[in-house]
T-cell receptor, first 114, second 113 residues
Framework: EPEVTQTPSHQVTQMGQEVILRCVPI?????FYWYRQILGQKVEFLVS????????KSEIFDDQFSVERPDGSNFTLKIRSTKLEDSAMYFC????????????FGQGTRLTVV | GDSVTQMEGPVTLSEEAFLTINCTYT??????LFWYVQYPGEGLQLLLK?????DKGSNKGFEATYRKETTSFHLEKGSVQVSDSAVYFC????????????FGKGITLSVRP
């Protein structure tokens, strides 16, 4: 069964450092997302990506964040200068064509900023 | 904006007990509704969905009916198992082009043998 793959599963970084979280969406999907879940809180939408550009972003997704789909298979989330409050589980998701299709999630990357 | 409200948890049940997890939503238009499950140490998995009013989603013995009149999508299972222990998230998608998901807070279910 096709699945969304995220790497690494756990990343520890020092405050102020840049991190790149990687995702390989399901191959024929067209819509890509990043969500995050701070420990004990709800899953929050960060950004959606379609046709090689950001289609929507939340207030959380400020200038410190960026996304890329560099090679047609990977989908990355970069945090330029991490803060302690960026510590969270980050989920990548992808979705196929059709507005009522469901999103498939990866297993998540746990980011710990120290 | 859109929002999803789930009952407060955690919930602890004995095996074979009946389960209800309440979920209500606020949305404009005609959202699709979902239940996602997160087993310990794993990511989010779609459990079931319903895309229009009165639809019933079902999977693995779980059911939820899309009730537009009460804006609810309560999750039920007649007889829970220890393996159902997980965190359950209710979510909606606005059905727009991006169809991003809005999640509830999630509720932890623990099932005792």
């Amino acid at each position: 069964e096709p699945e969304v793959t995220q790497t690494p599963s756990h990343q520890v970084t020092q405050m102020g450092q840049e991190v790149i979280l990687r995702c390989v969406p399901i191959s024929n999907h067209l819509y890509f997302y990043w969500y995050r879940q701070i420990l004990g809180q709800k899953v929050e939408f960060l950004v959606s990506f379609y046709n090689n550009e950001i289609s929507e972003k939340s207030e959380i997704f400020d200038d410190q964040f960026s996304v890329e789909r560099p090679d047609g298979s990977n989908f990355t989330l970069k945090i330029r200068s991490t803060k302690l409050e960026d510590s969270a589980m980050y989920f990548c998701a992808s979705r196929g064509q059709g507005v009522r299709t469901e999103a498939f999630f990866g297993q998540g990357t746990r980011l710990t900023v120290v | 904006g859109d929002s999803v409200t789930q009952m407060e948890g955690p919930v602890t049940l004995s095996e074979e007990a009946f389960l209800t997890i309440n979920c209500t939503y606020t949305a404009t238009g005609y959202p699709s509704l979902f239940w996602y499950v997160q087993y310990p140490g794993e990511g989010l998995q779609l459990l079931l969905k319903a895309t229009k009013a009165d639809d019933k989603g079902s999977n693995k013995g779980f059911e939820a009916t899309y009730r537009k009149e009460t804006t609810s999508f309560h999750l039920e299972k007649g007889s829970v198992q220890v393996s159902d222990s997980a965190v359950y998230f209710c979510a909606l998608s606005d059905g727009g082009a991006n169809s991003k998901l809005t999640f509830g807070k999630g509720i932890t279910l623990s099932v005792r043998p």
